[in-house]
């Protein structure tokens, strides 16, 4: 378990804009925001932006969003996490955004704080983070929420658990379960296996063309560029490197073998992401040094959660079609809250959405705005767990495959 002890003093706070920004829709403003810079420590300072409702001074109830993984800021108006700032603050929360460490203007990375970037920094920073938000004069201390996704939702719970008298709820969108090694292995190796055995394999005796999965587009998300996979040196842990026969040509049809000579590829990537190389800069979504510190990590999130306070509520959001962070990682720590019997914890599940919760096939993840009715689950859990309302109804929408609720406790899973 991870305990780090934060120094609370050393949080301060820059105000970049003096003056509170107002979002306008049509002629009617509904949420305002504060930018802010905070000092994260070790001359590292990294920019935020508090959304508030247009219309109050608050106290307004709290949320801190900490997203996942990559390089790029949260604060854009295109970033997938806007969305969710804005639809919250219009109905009445104060919600902070943050990017991580070495992110700067226009997306650029300082390689030098990025590249040394550890899963313990990005819990402290999100500690301070949090101390940021309870500080604000418009938001209410005793109603606060953490919310996570993806690399997140790994972050989220480990604050919950260390900090029990500042977190009223967490919530956990494309939730994480396992250490992360075992789910980039599925990333990078188990998932475009079963694509190649599944789609590609079309006389099921082991083998795939090569020029027909260079051309598929599905596939090529996947692994990349394939020509390049099978001939290119890739650099392993003992300092080898390997290189498939160049009898690989697109250009003759080639077949190739999945377990012998596609699936040992794949599984050369993925260890070699992890090497760090002396003097080398990194400036990609994740650096071998934070790969790995997550690695490191004896408890996965799906032991861990049973550690949460039982007076801390906890909604779990996962699509179905999440080809990141597959739904069983959902279900296994759904399972882990019924074995401790904790007191409040809601699952839902949404068909066809997949890890940004935009519709995607099961193999690869689509980008595009979060359904309203996401959104609209997102705030009516929050609602009810904030004390603006006392009762967790989920709306009704067509839908909604299936709903089923232990009446012996407020815990519920739900699919749509």
Request: with cysteine; glycine share 6%.
């Amino acid at each position: 378990m991870l305990f780090i002890i934060m120094a609370l003093s050393s949080v301060i706070l820059l105000f970049c804009v003096t003056v509170l920004t107002v979002h306008a829709q049509s002629d009617l403003q509904t949420t305002k925001y504060r930018n802010m810079t905070i000092d994260l420590g070790d001359r590292v300072k990294t920019y935020a932006r508090l959304n508030l409702p247009a219309n109050g001074d608050g106290p307004f109830p709290g949320v801190l969003l900490i997203h996942g993984s990559g390089g790029e800021s949260v604060l854009s108006p295109t970033s997938p996490y806007t969305p969710i700032a804005e639809y919250l603050s219009e109905r009445g929360f104060a919600v902070l955004q943050y990017n991580k460490r070495g992110i700067g203007e226009n997306d650029t990375l300082d390689s030098n704080v990025w590249g040394n970037l550890t899963i313990n920094d990005l819990k402290q920073d999100a500690e301070k983070a949090l101390d940021v938000l309870i500080q604000q004069p418009e938001v209410d201390a005793n109603r606060i929420t953490v919310l996570g996704h993806s690399e997140g939702t790994t972050i989220a719970p480990r604050i919950a658990i260390d900090n029990p008298g500042k977190v009223k709820n967490v919530v956990l969108m494309a939730a994480v379960a396992q250490n992360m090694r075992d789910l980039l292995y599925f990333q990078g190796v188990t998932n475009p296996v079963n694509y190649a055995q599944q789609i590609l394999d079309h006389n099921h005796d082991g083998l795939i063309s090569v020029q027909e999965a260079s051309k598929n587009p599905v596939f090529s998300t996947l692994v990349g560029n394939l020509t390049l996979l099978l001939t290119k040196n890739i650099t392993t842990a003992n300092g080898t490197s390997k290189q498939l026969s160049p009898q690989f040509d697109v250009n003759n049809d080639t077949f190739i073998s999945i377990n012998d000579e596609l699936k040992p590829r794949l599984i050369d990537r993925i260890r070699s992401i992890s090497v760090v190389t002396p003097g080398e800069k990194c400036v990609v979504a994740a650096c071998p040094i934070l790969l790995k510190s997550h690695y490191a990590l004896q408890t996965p999130i799906s032991n861990l959660i049973g550690n949460i306070s039982s007076n801390t509520s906890i909604l779990i959001l996962q699509g179905q079609n999440d080809s990141m962070t597959p739904i069983q990682q959902a279900f296994l720590l759904q399972q882990k809250l019924t074995e401790v019997n904790h007191p409040d914890h809601t699952l839902i599940t949404y068909p066809d959405l997949g890890h940004w919760f935009y519709p995607s096939s099961q193999w690869s993840t689509s980008t595009g705005p979060i359904p309203q009715y996401v959104l609209a689950d997102l705030y009516s859990w929050l609602e009810s767990h904030s004390g603006l309302s006392y009762l967790y109804l989920a709306p009704a929408f067509s839908n909604m495959t299936s709903k089923s609720t232990d009446m012996g406790s407020n815990s519920s899973s739900e699919s749509r």
